[in-house]
């Protein structure tokens, strides 16, 4: 199982982008990327995916390079409703996440 | 939104009390998961299940027990409730493979007093 390291926390002002880099250092060849974020009080809810390269959608960007050994969550803009957690997690059978990133969105 | 339930939303029990959560899910996904999250150490994997009959323990099993004896409902047993395990739980769903994603509960509030 790949084991995850991410900041605890990181601060950000609204309108900026934010980078959140993970690093999956013993990540297996076939698992994909994926990011989660969690708002106080809900579940985990899906933002992106990715096996290499960069991916793209209407929510955020991620950046693989090619060792695949880390990865990127990109949010441009941010606002204050970004606050939230976000956990990376090398897709497995498990789904098992480390502690996540606390990103709080200042005014 | 997924189709998952969870039930109940909130308990509050005694120690040493049997307690079962119960997570429904009407989408058909093979996969189903158990995990409890506390402040600071964010989501733990219990027990997750594979397919009807097919369980196997996560990262903090000791003291919970699971079954699935149909597609649509993992229940999650707590024998012999403690105070430790006071949390707040989170069931999840999935399709197998390396590309898929997972679907959680709104979780489920247990306290052990």
């Known amino acids: 199982l790949a084991k995850t390291t991410q900041p605890i926390s990181m601060d950000s002002y609204e309108g900026q982008e934010v980078n959140i880099t993970c690093s999956h250092n013993n990540i297996a060849t076939n698992d994909y990327i994926t990011w989660y974020q969690q708002f106080p009080s809900q579940g985990p809810r899906f933002i992106i995916q990715g096996y290499k390269t960069k991916v793209t959608n209407e929510v955020a960007s991620l950046f693989i390079p090619a060792d695949r050994k880390s990865s990127t969550l990109s949010l441009p803009r941010v606002s204050l409703s970004d606050t939230a957690v976000y956990y990376c997690?090398?897709?497995?059978?498990?789904?098992?996440f480390g502690k996540g990133t606390r990103l709080h969105i200042l005014p | 939104d997924a189709g998952i339930t969870q039930s109940p939303r909130h308990k509050v029990t005694e120690t040493g009390t049997p307690v079962t959560l119960r997570c429904h899910q009407t989408e058909n996904h093979r996969y189903m998961y158990w995990y409890r999250q506390d402040p600071g150490h964010g989501l733990r994997l219990i027990h997750y299940s594979y397919g009807v009959k097919d369980t196997d323990k996560g990262e903090v099993s000791d003291g919970y027990s699971v079954s699935r004896s149909k597609t649509e409902d993992f229940l999650l047993t707590l024998e012999s409730a403690t105070s430790s395990q006071t949390s707040v739980y989170f069931c999840?769903?999935?399709?197998?493979?390396?590309?898929?994603?997972?679907?959680f509960g709104q979780g489920t509030r247990l306290t052990v007093v």
């Open positions: 999840a769903i999935s399709e197998p493979g390396e590309d898929t994603e997972a679907f």
């Open positions: 997690h090398p897709r497995d059978d498990k789904i098992i």
